[in-house]
């Protein structure tokens, strides 16, 4: 049974950093690239892509953190992470791990397998 377990969100003041963790269990991807995602949820608002990382470690970032973020995997422990720094109030949402996809970007739609989500909180 596929498991995506997050780590890492918290309370933190604008310009301050966060580093987010997912660990990852019990699937398989044969037909499917091991395609692994960062997405965001905030209140009243859609869940959008964040950063994704592919099976060759190639990385895509929404243009609204990139130089900000920074998504990374350990391949060894099943863990990604998303390196967050000079976070912004809006980045407040739920941060959400998702692995698996067809196609390796930042549409939540393409991902088969998803974590429970962590609180980023980000006070001005």
């Known amino acids: 049974q596929a498991q995506l377990v997050e780590s890492g969100g918290g309370s933190v003041q604008a310009g301050g950093s966060l580093r987010l963790s997912c660990v990852a269990s019990?699937?398989?991807?044969?037909?499917?690239?091991?395609?692994m995602g960062w997405f965001r949820q905030a209140p009243g608002k859609v869940r959008e892509g964040v950063a994704a990382?592919?099976?060759?470690?190639?990385?895509t970032y929404a243009g609204s953190v990139k130089d900000r973020f920074t998504i990374s995997k350990d391949t060894a422990k099943n863990t990604l992470y998303l390196q967050m720094s000079s976070l912004k109030p809006e980045d407040t949402a739920i941060y959400y791990c998702?692995?698996?996809?067809?196609?390796?970007?930042?549409?939540?739609?393409?991902?088969?397998?998803w974590g429970q989500g962590t609180q980023v909180t980000v006070s001005s």
């Open positions: 019990g699937y398989t991807y044969y037909y499917s690239r091991n395609c």
């Open positions: 990382i592919d099976t060759d470690g190639s990385t």
């Open positions: 998702a692995a698996v996809a067809s196609r390796c970007g930042l549409e939540f739609y393409e991902y088969l397998y």
